[in-house]
């Protein structure tokens, strides 16, 4: 069992950046994909960004291709987005997620553990 834990979500600027941690319990962390969606109001959740279980590859939405970066600490056994150059429309609730399948890893029916979600909420 896997419990995941997000923060560093926030209110910023369109323009600016935050860094989201996710914080994962249990002993088996580098066994799971680990993922990003998002849901903004009135949308269904998005796939933001996957990572595999020793970063050897790391995918995308177009969207925040160039903006985001996904990366992982398995001795923390936590998972990270770094967000720049924020733009409205990235604003919703984000999500860690962590899952044993490998694909369709854009899919959010693959992954088996979820955490809470964060809002970030950017201005324009």
């Known amino acids: 069992q896997v419990q995941l834990v997000e923060s560093g979500g926030g209110l910023v600027q369109a323009g600016g950046s935050l860094r989201l941690s996710c914080a994962a319990s249990?002993?088996?962390?580098?066994?799971?994909?680990m993922a990003w969606f998002r849901q903004a109001p009135g949308k269904e959740r998005e796939f933001v960004a996957r990572i595999t279980l020793s970063s050897t590859r790391t995918d995308y939405t177009d969207s925040v291709k160039g903006r985001f970066t996904i990366s992982r600490d398995n001795s923390k056994k936590m998972v990270y987005l770094q967000m720049n150059s924020l733009k409205p429309e990235d604003t919703a609730v984000y999500y860690c997620?962590?899952?044993?399948?490998?694909?369709?890893?854009?899919?959010?029916?693959?992954?088996?553990?979820w955490g809470q979600g964060i809002q970030v909420t950017v201005s324009s």
């Open positions: 997620a962590a899952g044993v399948y490998s694909s369709p890893y854009s899919s959010p029916q693959i992954y088996q553990h």
């Open positions: 249990g002993r088996t962390f580098s066994n799971y994909y």
